[in-house]
């Protein structure tokens, strides 16, 4: 007996792209060497490549995003110091705590709309200089923002937030995880809108396809205190070139579709808003995720996501009425229709 193929629609995260043939055949063909002695030319082509794309000196090839935030944070900060960012941010949400764990380091949370912070509250979380008070090392902004909905920052305002941080004699991170979102839904460069940044980490293994890897991006003298610091977490790579050859295609071929999964994502908003039982602004969606909250149907997200699963639909549970669906190059906009179809069906 054949086979039966069920076309399951993923929609928990864009993390879970496949790698294309194109890719595959990239990652077989790949020129590799040892990595820790700085010779795989896949890799140093791909470090290359991202700190031209980004206008900066240098970038380091780092095994996940995790890594690449906390090893910024090592780099900016000492123990006993605090980093500022947004209460519902990733580094502080879902990094297993490691900015305290491994960097010694407290969070400083800032509130804010949308998950956009504003200098005015940045300001106000920002120490005293007083030698017994811990002391505001970093500031970490998030561009899009997961957690709130895949929102974007302003470019004059993270402008500002740098600027003003500087004044103060303060770092600023950027986890741009899905940065290249963020710059497409601005139809502005990547240079452009993190040009003022101290350090960016950015995801390959997101909206951009590759199935590992993300990007440190910064100067020649913050990248090197990074590979020091990338070896102390025991993410010093070998023959990467492997993975790197995956990157390079996803740098140059993953952001000029990116246009496509926000298309899809607002698609799928409207068709959402009008379901019974969901509570979703659509025009609050601004690039390849959607949340929306199911708390007047009466059902759990947990409810909901396992009778959705039963129609070969998959998300993740935000909390316990908010659900996360992610548009991503794996799904195509019959899939997305389909997706609404389902939810629709699941809800009335
Ligand atoms: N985000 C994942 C989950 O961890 C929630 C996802 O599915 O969205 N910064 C941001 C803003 C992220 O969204 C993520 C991953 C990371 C950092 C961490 O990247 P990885 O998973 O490569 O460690």
Redesign the pocket.
Known sequence: MADTVIDVIDLR?D?VTKPSPDMLRAMAEAVVGDDVFLEDPTINRLQERAAQVFGREASLFVP???MG?LSCIIAHTRPGQEVICEETG?IYN?EMGSMSAVAGVLPRVVRSEDGIMNWESIAAAIRPKIYYRPQTALISL?NTH?MAGGTVYPTRLAHEICDKAHDAGIPVHL?G??VFNAAAALGAGVAEISGKFDSIQF?L?KGLGAPVG?MIVGSREFIEKCRSIRKMLGGGMRQAGVLAAAGLLALEHGPGRLHVDHENAKTLAARLAQTPGITLNPARVQTNIVIFDIRKSGRTSGEFLKALAAKHVLGLPVDNTRIRFVTHLDVSSRQIEAAATAAYEVMK
């Open positions: 995260s993390t996940s995003g995790t935030n990733h879902y998030e997961n986890d995880a899905r995801c293994s993300s």
